[in-house]
Nanobody
Framework: QVQLVESGGGLVQAGDSLRLSCAAS????????MAWFRQAPGKEREGVSC????????YYADSVKGRFTISRDIARNTVYLQINSLKPEDTAVYYC????????????????WGQGTQVTVSS
């Protein structure tokens, strides 16, 4: 079992930055592909960024390229999502997800999910 705990969300103004964290339990963290999804009110959950386990290369949705940066600290069993130039449309609950796989994707077939952290961006 892998437990994921997100943190770092909050109420911010447009143009601000946030860093979300996802702390994972387990001793094989490096073998898990990790992803960040978000779900806005009334909308479906969408993938915004993920990181492959095979080489730690990142992948981003077109809507967030250039503003979001995903990274992994294996020593801390933590994945981060740096979000810059926040926009009101970034308002959502952000979820961390993990799957034991070399490759990540935005298909939400992940084995483990966190409880989510709320990000609210005011204009």
């Amino acid at each position: 079992q892998v437990q994921l705990v997100e943190s770092g969300g909050g109420l911010v103004q447009a143009g601000d930055s946030l860093r979300l964290s996802c702390a994972a339990s387990g001793r094989t963290f490096s073998s898990y592909a990790m992803a960040w999804f978000r779900q806005a009110p009334g909308k479906e959950r969408e993938g915004v960024s993920c990181i492959h386990s095979r080489d730690n290369s990142p992948y981003y949705a077109d809507s967030v390229k250039g503003r979001f940066t995903i990274s992994r600290d294996i020593a801390r069993n933590t994945v981060y999502l740096q979000i810059n130039s926040l926009k009101p449309e970034d308002t959502a609950v952000y979820y961390c997800a993990a799957v034991k796989s070399a490759q990540c994707s935005f298909i939400p077939l992940y084995d483990f999910w966190g409880q989510g952290t709320q990000v609210t961006v005011s204009s």
